[in-house]
Every structure is written in C-alpha cells, then in structure tokens.
C-alpha cells in the first residue's frame, strides 16, 4: 500500500521522515519526500508500506499528529488505490 503524506515541514529532510516513522512502529519500505526542480522539499511524500495492514496501522497512528511543528495529513494516495481498483476490475473483467 502507498501513502500520500502531505504538510510536511520544508526543512523536513527524508531521513527526518523515515525515523518519525519508524518511531511511531511503521517501518517505510520506500520513502520519496517529493522536491522542486531545484531540491526544495514540496511538502508531501509518497511512502510504500509492506501492505495494506502496515498501511492502515499507519494512517490510525500518524494521521494528525504532529511533525516539525506540522500536523500531518496521511492517506491512502490515489494512485496506489487506482491502480489496485484497475487490477481487480481486468481480473474480473
């Protein structure tokens, strides 16, 4: 499962990121802390979780807590969900 992590402090770095997660026990398979053509931080990540179980465990414990003076947003990214909704539909279909 991937997860879209939004309101992320700009000096938040990807290693800052990943020990936050790791503090909280959700341990990121893939971290992308998403930049500007420049290397600024944007302010929102992408985070590959083993599944959907390690996914959701980390939505209940992140979501709205706080982070560098931020509270965050984390959710399911859309195209993690769009991609699983497209597989189920071919294999069905």
Do not use: P, W
């Amino acid at each position: 499962m991937t997860l879209f992590i939004s309101n992320i402090s700009y000096t938040a770095s990807e290693k800052d990121l990943r020990g936050f997660l790791a503090d909280a026990g959700c341990a990121a398979q893939k971290l992308s802390l998403v930049r500007d053509g420049e290397g600024r931080s944007r302010g929102f990540a992408f985070v590959e979780m083993a599944d959907r179980t390690a996914g959701e465990l980390a939505i209940k414990r992140l979501h709205g807590r706080e982070f560098q003076g931020r509270d965050l947003v984390v959710q399911e990214s859309k195209r993690s969900a769009t991609r699983g909704q497209r597989k189920t539909e071919a294999a069905n279909g």
